[in-house]
């Protein structure tokens, strides 16, 4: 409940740091650290010489946003926790709140209400929750129009506030040319530490501040003396890092021992300057608290930003009021309606009688509120944020979407606003229904094509690279439908995420911003594209302690090197007046005309740490990184981060290109089995020219003849008596004399028994779970997300025993799983969203890493009380379809809280794999739980099932005896 001025805490006494659970400068002496404006254009700021504690405060103006700070906390579940803070007002109102936010779902806990003063006061607010690990950050809602200052803010354990203590003992606030760290040449980079003392003692001193860029030579080194309680700023000239590129900058201060006091990540980016925004630019970004006016420096010219106002903008039916539509000052925008149309938020005036759709009558009165309120302020608007998603549990929401947008086109259009319609990405039928009912309405396509899995994490666990994850294929599919109904064609969203703990100068951190830049790169090569919108600009979490920002907060706002990625691409292709992809192989080159300029981009998609040189570039090529750095001629080479190149003269950058392309060994091979004794091998032809030769494999297979066509595979197939072995080599020898040899490791195969059931309910599998085929996970490494903010109590709560068997007419699956709360609502179709099992099968044991199941995959979902469905299946069954002919005796226990699964899956249902032994196949299996309110939790056997299909990824298993 909300609570007017809990209390007011006299006073103020500073004293040792220890106490204070959130991190960093929480007095705000040497900056903003990591609070920053929910949203606005320029960034919130510290005021010197007004301060409850020290010297510096921070101001929050509620005309521009409300405000928080990126120290979050993990509190324990049902404990007492108190946040306390100074704060003033400056001028407006007096009423403002607190309240600290849940970093996923953005729930509010401890909301408190405080009426300030023009006097420095201390004020505090108790903090408790029911939920277990939930991760928090404060925030301070204005409540009216105000501005007022704070200071000192404190969380600790406990329900009385103590006195304000420093949460550490030095603090340091690293910047490089104002907010976002971008530098434009020919500006020299300054960085400027400001430094705070709170408690190192004379003894300690003298301090020594090193500041260094990892992979250059740059370096400086300062010994200084501060006393305690007093700030200090150090500044330092980079000239060595003038020019284009990313300089991932660290700072560190030492005492006298050697000991580090404090460090912190200071990253910027050097890039050209770039124009003003345009109308025709490429690029736009998704709205974040990344302050607006950062974007134009890295060649943004949009920016995406979402809405829900119908119940601010008619508070009671007909009553409409006007909405401070606030478009961005240097920016194009492009709005996006959220969920204004989606039943259960529809105001309840605005529904068709007996439903909680919107009635279209009443909905257009709000709609010519809203595009008279629009007009002129945006050229188009994304009506409804991935509609196929946000309407996915209405049987009708196609029609449902087509009727609102034949509603809303002609009031949009009176208005000078043209429509755009946003899916998902995914290919569906939603999409096809919607264009064939109300194609005449829309404007635009604007999907959302994401690669999946699309997280880069530490762990090195699977994401898709731009040209395998669904990006491409949902590019293709979505321009051709454009091409079809004669749509404009965009990209509405766009994004990877990377886990938070990864360095700045990590590999993964360049994958990241390698990724980011391929996938501009392949979307420009489709001539309806017209624009793309990036999520997001700053942090932004999903699925775990992932980021999807290309800026992170960390101390303050830092650029990933995907910043300069983004700038350097915007140097390359925005305007650009055509962009053709002349390779689409492993390689892929795209050339980019402008005028009478030609360069090109080139990198290598094969997924493998390869290094293609080029040491024939013609003079006048100016080779440069995805960074804008400048690159030697003679190391110059193809890798998986796009390299730009220029052309003076026609063809030759292109001719030599190609010819170091060609240089390579010309074959690759891919080998899999079929059985034991059952190999295949995949030889495919990389360059430019048809190969002749032979083929063998000491001990395995005699030498054969082969000829493979430029650009394209052969397949070979080697039987044996006896077992293939794990590991062999794979000889080429080409008609020209030279040889190759490719070394193979086959993975080993996870064995799969044959079973005597005669009794599928009796069964006894629990004394087998030791032996062959079983399979326990019970620890919380097997539980994904991987997120420690996901909460998980132990094996009771979610972890199995499995034993897979098979015999000549079914395989099983016997399973018992652990979890305190059994959970499944969802139809048929779609139990797998509630506590499931999973199974996923590539029967020919031949998948080549794209995420979609081939013409041999078959995938099912099973769960109490509901029919076993076949979400997928070779093309002579039809799919998706309940799996007629399954066995499943399924049962729960509540007193033990466990449920057993024991599953016949016949062998018509798994055609073509062949049920006998020695069969080696892939599989995956996934154990679900969706307990009601949280994140679906599972366990895998096996990748590539929970989230994207990459059969790839699955187990290779073999059938034994």
Same mark, same amino acid.
């Given at each position: 409940?909300?609570?007017?001025?809990?209390?007011?805490?006299?006073?103020?006494?500073?004293?040792?740091?220890?106490?204070?659970?959130?991190?960093?400068?929480?007095?705000?002496?040497?900056?903003?650290?990591?609070?920053?404006?929910?949203?606005?254009?320029?960034?919130?700021?510290?005021?010197?010489?007004?301060?409850?504690?020290?010297?510096?405060?921070?101001?929050?103006?509620?005309?521009?946003?409300?405000?928080?700070?990126?120290?979050?906390?993990?509190?324990?579940?049902?404990?007492?926790?108190?946040?306390?803070?100074?704060?003033?007002?400056?001028?407006?109102?007096?009423?403002?709140?607190?309240?600290?936010?849940?970093?996923?779902?953005?729930?509010?806990?401890?909301?408190?209400?405080?009426?300030?003063?023009?006097?420095?006061?201390?004020?505090?607010? %108790?903090?408790?929750?029911?939920?277990?690990?939930?991760?928090?950050?404060?925030?301070?809602?204005?409540?009216?129009?105000?501005?007022?200052?704070?200071?000192?803010?404190?969380?600790?354990?406990?329900?009385?506030?103590?006195?304000?203590?420093?949460?550490?003992?030095?603090?340091?606030?690293?910047?490089?040319?104002?907010?976002?760290?971008?530098?434009?040449?020919?500006?020299?980079?300054?960085?400027?530490?400001?430094?705070?003392?709170?408690?190192?003692?004379?003894?300690?001193?003298?301090?020594?501040?090193?500041?260094?860029?990892?992979?250059?030579?740059?370096?400086?080194?300062?010994?200084?003396?501060?006393?305690?309680?007093?700030?200090?700023?150090?500044?330092?000239?980079?000239?060595?890092?003038?020019?284009?590129?990313?300089?991932?900058?660290?700072?560190?201060?030492?005492?006298?021992?050697?000991?580090?006091?404090?460090?912190?990540?200071?990253?910027?980016?050097?890039?050209?300057?770039?124009?003003?925004?345009?109308?025709?630019?490429?690029?736009?970004?998704?709205?974040?608290?990344?302050?607006?006016?950062?974007?134009?420096?890295?060649?943004?010219?949009?920016?995406?930003?979402?809405?829900?106002?119908?119940?601010?903008?008619?508070?009671?039916?007909?009553?409409?009021?006007?909405?401070?539509?606030?478009?961005?000052?240097?920016?194009?925008?492009?709005?996006?309606?959220?969920?204004?149309?989606?039943?259960?938020?529809?105001?309840?005036?605005?529904?068709?009688?007996?439903?909680?759709?919107?009635?279209?009558?009443?909905?257009?009165?709000?709609?010519?509120?809203?595009?008279?309120?629009?007009?002129?302020?945006?050229?188009?608007?994304?009506?409804?944020?991935?509609?196929?998603?946000?309407?996915?549990?209405?049987?009708?929401?196609?029609?449902?979407?087509?009727?609102?947008?034949?509603?809303?086109?002609?009031?949009?259009?009176?208005?000078?606003?043209?429509?755009?319609?946003?899916?998902?990405?995914?290919?569906?039928?939603?999409?096809?229904?919607?264009?064939?009912?109300?194609?005449?309405?829309?404007?635009?396509?604007?999907?959302?094509?994401?690669?999946?899995?699309?997280?880069?994490?530490?762990?090195?666990?699977?994401?898709?690279?731009?040209?395998?994850?669904?990006?491409?294929?949902?590019? %293709?599919?979505?321009?051709?439908?454009?091409?079809?109904?004669?749509?404009?064609?965009?990209?509405?969203?766009?994004?990877?995420?990377?886990?938070?703990?990864?360095?700045?100068?990590?590999?993964?951190?360049?994958?990241?911003?390698?990724?980011?830049?391929?996938?501009?790169?392949?979307?420009?090569?489709?001539?309806?594209? %017209?624009?793309?919108?990036?999520?997001?600009?700053?942090?932004?979490?999903?699925?775990?302690?992932?980021?999807?920002?290309?800026?992170?907060?960390?101390?303050?706002?830092?650029?990933?090197?995907?910043?300069?990625?983004?700038?350097?691409?915007?140097?390359?292709?925005?305007?650009?007046?055509?962009?053709?992809?002349?390779?689409?192989?492993?390689?892929?080159?795209?050339?980019?005309?402008?005028?009478?300029?030609?360069?090109?981009?080139?990198?290598?998609?094969?997924?493998?740490?390869?290094?293609?040189?080029?040491?024939?570039?013609?003079?006048?090529?100016?080779? %440069?990184?995805?960074?804008?750095?400048?690159?030697?001629?003679?190391?110059?080479?193809?890798?998986?981060?796009?390299?730009?190149?220029?052309?003076?003269?026609?063809?030759?950058?292109?001719?030599?290109?190609?010819?170091?392309?060609?240089?390579?060994?010309?074959?690759?091979?891919?080998?899999?089995?079929?059985?034991?004794?059952?190999?295949?091998?995949?030889?495919?032809?990389?360059?430019?020219?048809?190969?002749?030769?032979?083929?063998?494999?000491?001990?395995?297979?005699?030498?054969?003849?082969?000829?493979?066509?430029?650009?394209?595979?052969?397949?070979?197939?080697?039987?044996?008596?006896?077992?293939?072995?794990?590991?062999?080599?794979?000889?080429?020898?080409?008609?020209?004399?030279?040889?190759?040899?490719?070394?193979?490791?086959?993975?080993?195969?996870?064995?799969?028994?044959?079973?005597?059931?005669?009794?599928?309910?009796?069964?006894?599998?629990?004394?087998?779970?030791?032996?062959?085929?079983?399979?326990?996970?019970?620890?919380?490494?097997?539980?994904?997300?991987?997120?420690?903010?996901?909460?998980?109590?132990?094996?009771?709560?979610?972890?199995?025993?499995?034993?897979?068997?098979?015999?000549?007419?079914?395989?099983?699956?016997?399973?018992?799983?652990?979890?305190?709360?059994?959970?499944?609502?969802?139809?048929?179709?779609?139990?797998?969203?509630?506590?499931?099992?999973?199974?996923?099968?590539?029967?020919?044991?031949?998948?080549?890493?794209?995420?979609?199941?081939?013409?041999?995959?078959?995938?099912?979902?099973?769960?109490?009380?509901?029919?076993?469905?076949?979400?997928?299946?070779?093309?002579?069954?039809?799919?998706?379809?309940?799996?007629?002919?399954?066995?499943?005796?399924?049962?729960?226990?509540?007193?033990?809280?466990?449920?057993?699964?024991?599953?016949?899956?016949?062998?018509?249902?798994?055609?073509?794999?062949?049920?006998?032994?020695?069969?080696?196949?892939?599989?995956?299996?996934?154990?679900?739980?969706?307990?009601?309110?949280?994140?679906?939790?599972?366990?895998?056997?096996?990748?590539?099932?929970?989230?994207?299909?990459?059969?790839?990824?699955?187990?290779?298993?073999?059938?034994?005896?």
């Amino acid at each position: 409940m909300k609570q007017l001025l809990l209390s007011v805490v006299a006073g103020i006494a500073v004293a040792a740091w220890g106490n204070n659970l959130f991190p960093e400068d929480t007095d705000f002496e040497t900056g903003t650290q990591n609070f920053r404006y929910y949203r606005s254009t320029e960034p919130i700021r510290t005021v010197s010489g007004d301060a409850a504690s020290g010297n510096s405060s921070l101001e929050i103006d509620s005309a521009v946003s409300w405000a928080h700070g990126r120290w979050g906390y993990a509190i324990r579940k049902d404990t007492d926790y108190t946040v306390s803070f100074s704060a003033r007002r400056v001028s407006g109102g007096d009423t403002i709140a607190f309240a600290l936010i849940g970093v996923l779902d953005w729930k509010q806990v401890g909301f408190t209400q405080f009426r300030l003063t023009d006097e420095w006061r201390r004020y505090r607010c %108790r903090i408790r929750t029911d939920r277990a690990g939930t991760v928090l950050y404060p925030a301070f809602l204005p409540q009216e129009e105000i501005v007022f200052r704070i200071d000192a803010i404190q969380l600790e354990e406990g329900s009385e506030a103590t006195p304000y203590r420093h949460s550490e003992a030095f603090s340091i606030f690293p910047s490089v040319n104002g907010a976002g760290s971008v530098v434009h040449t020919p500006e020299v980079p300054r960085l400027a530490v400001n430094a705070f003392n709170a408690g190192v003692p004379p003894e300690g001193q003298p301090f020594t501040l090193r500041v260094g860029v990892p992979g250059t030579e740059i370096r400086r080194e300062r010994s200084f003396r501060l006393e305690k309680g007093k700030t200090a700023v150090m500044e330092f000239e980079l000239a060595e890092a003038a020019e284009p590129g990313y300089y991932p900058a660290e700072v560190e201060v030492l005492d006298n021992a050697g000991r580090t006091v404090k460090s912190s990540a200071a990253p910027f980016v050097v890039t050209a300057p770039f124009p003003p925004p345009s109308r025709e630019g490429f690029f736009g970004m998704q709205d974040s608290s990344l302050p607006q006016s950062v974007l134009p420096r890295i060649g943004v010219s949009y920016l995406r930003s979402g809405f829900t106002v119908w119940k601010a903008m008619e508070p009671r039916e007909g009553e409409f009021r006007e909405y401070a539509f606030q478009p961005p000052p240097e920016l194009f925008w492009h709005p996006t309606i959220q969920s204004e149309f989606t039943p259960g938020r529809v105001p309840a005036w605005g529904c068709k009688p007996g439903s909680t759709q919107a009635d279209p009558a009443k909905a257009a009165l709000f709609m010519e509120q809203l595009f008279r309120q629009l007009r002129g302020k945006t050229e188009y608007l994304d009506f409804i944020n991935e509609p196929d998603l946000e309407l996915r549990n209405m049987p009708d929401g196609a029609e449902y979407y087509g009727e609102l947008l034949k509603t809303a086109a002609p009031i949009a259009w009176k208005y000078g606003i043209r429509l755009l319609a946003g899916v998902s990405g995914n290919r569906s039928d939603f999409t096809e229904k919607v264009l064939t009912e109300a194609h005449s309405s829309i404007d635009l396509l604007g999907p959302h094509p994401y690669c999946s899995p699309r997280s880069i994490a530490a762990d090195g666990r699977y994401c898709a690279p731009p040209e395998q994850g669904e990006f491409a294929g949902s590019m %293709r599919y979505h321009s051709e439908l454009a091409r079809k109904y004669g749509k404009e064609f965009l990209i509405g969203e766009l994004g990877y995420s990377l886990e938070e703990s990864i360095p700045f100068h990590a590999p993964e951190a360049h994958r990241h911003a390698a990724w980011l830049a391929r996938m501009f790169l392949i979307a420009r090569s489709y001539p309806e594209c %017209r624009r793309l919108v990036w999520f997001t600009g700053l942090d932004r979490w999903e699925g775990g302690p992932f980021l999807y920002g290309i800026w992170r907060t960390e101390n303050g706002i830092r650029p990933l090197p995907a910043v300069a990625a983004c700038a350097q691409a915007a140097h390359e292709i925005d305007r650009a007046d055509a962009a053709e992809l002349l390779l689409d192989g492993d390689i892929k080159l795209l050339r980019l005309r402008r005028g009478n300029h030609t360069s090109y981009a080139v990198w290598d998609s094969g997924g493998k740490p390869e290094k293609t040189a080029l040491r024939e570039l013609p003079a006048g090529a100016a080779p %440069r990184s995805i960074y804008g750095t400048a690159v030697r001629p003679d190391e110059a080479a193809i890798t998986e981060a796009p390299l730009y190149l220029s052309e003076n003269a026609a063809g030759t950058v292109l001719a030599a290109l190609l010819r170091a392309i060609d240089s390579r060994p010309p074959l690759t091979v891919r080998a899999w089995l079929r059985e034991r004794n059952h190999l295949k091998l995949e030889v495919k032809n990389r360059s430019f020219s048809d190969w002749k030769g032979t083929v063998a494999i000491p001990g395995v297979l005699q030498t054969t003849i082969l000829a493979v066509p430029r650009q394209s595979a052969e397949t070979v197939t080697v039987k044996t008596a006896a077992a293939i072995p794990a590991a062999f080599a794979v000889e080429l020898a080409g008609e020209n004399g030279k040889e190759y040899r490719n070394p193979v490791e086959l993975p080993a195969p996870f064995e799969i028994p044959k079973l005597a059931v005669s009794d599928l309910e009796k069964f006894d599998f629990v004394s087998k779970l030791n032996g062959p085929g079983s399979i326990v996970q019970q620890t919380r490494e097997h539980l994904f997300p991987p997120d420690p903010s996901i909460p998980w109590s132990g094996p009771a709560d979610l972890s199995h025993r499995t034993l897979l068997g098979w015999d000549e007419e079914n395989l099983y699956i016997f399973s018992e799983v652990r979890d305190d709360m059994h959970r499944n609502r969802n139809p048929d179709h779609a139990a797998w969203r509630g506590d499931s099992i999973q199974i996923g099968i590539d029967s020919h044991n031949d998948a080549d890493g794209r995420n979609s199941y081939g013409s041999d995959d078959t995938e099912f979902t099973f769960a109490l009380n509901k029919k076993p469905w076949n979400h997928h299946a070779p093309p002579t069954r039809r799919t998706p379809a309940e799996a007629s002919g399954v066995r499943q005796f399924i049962t729960r226990s509540e007193e033990s809280g466990t449920t057993v699964y024991r599953i016949a899956i016949p062998r018509k249902l798994l055609a073509p794999l062949k049920l006998k032994p020695g069969t080696v196949f892939g599989a995956a299996l996934c154990f679900n739980d969706a307990d009601e309110g949280k994140v679906r939790r599972y366990m895998t056997f096996g990748g590539g099932i929970a989230d994207r299909k990459c059969p790839a990824l699955f187990r290779k298993a073999v059938l034994a005896e």
